[in-house]
Nanobody
Framework: VQLQASGGGLVQPGGSLRLSCAAS????????MGWYRQVPGKQRELVAT???????NYADSVKGRFTISRDNAKNTVYLQMNSLKPGDTAVYYC???????????????WGQGTQVTVSS
């Protein structure tokens, strides 16, 4: 299973960005999809996750500003980020727990990461 993320970039404080991540490559089913982020010298941290039934979970730091959604038909997860702050600057990684035709067992998969920079 490959995860291809897109949508990162440079934005001013208060601005918005939308990240997308599509899963491909022999996917049978996907349970959880989500986003994590990491800055140099720190551990990767949860941003938001969404399960197949639509239930969501957010880090306290992004509640009310970020919205995660998914299109199950396209195996794609989105992260709408509004009211961005400099503290949101990080590499954002797409995550999926999926069953593939190869393993036929739930495994964790990660995308390559996309840089989000919030700066004036």
């Amino acid at each position: 299973v490959q995860l291809q993320a897109s949508g990162g970039g440079l934005v001013q404080p208060g601005g918005s960005l939308r990240l997308s991540c599509a899963a491909s490559g022999g996917v049978i089913s996907i349970n959880t999809m989500g986003w994590y982020r990491q800055v140099p010298g720190k551990q990767r941290e949860l941003v938001a996750t969404i399960i197949s039934g639509g239930r969501t979970n957010y880090a306290d730091s992004v509640k009310g500003r970020f919205t995660i959604s998914r299109d199950n038909a396209k195996n794609t997860v989105y992260l709408q980020m509004n009211s961005l702050k400099p503290g949101d600057t990080a590499v954002y990684y797409c995550y999926s727990n999926a069953i593939s035709v190869v393993t036929r067992w739930p495994d964790d998969y990660w995308g390559q990461g996309t840089q989000v920079t919030v700066s004036s």
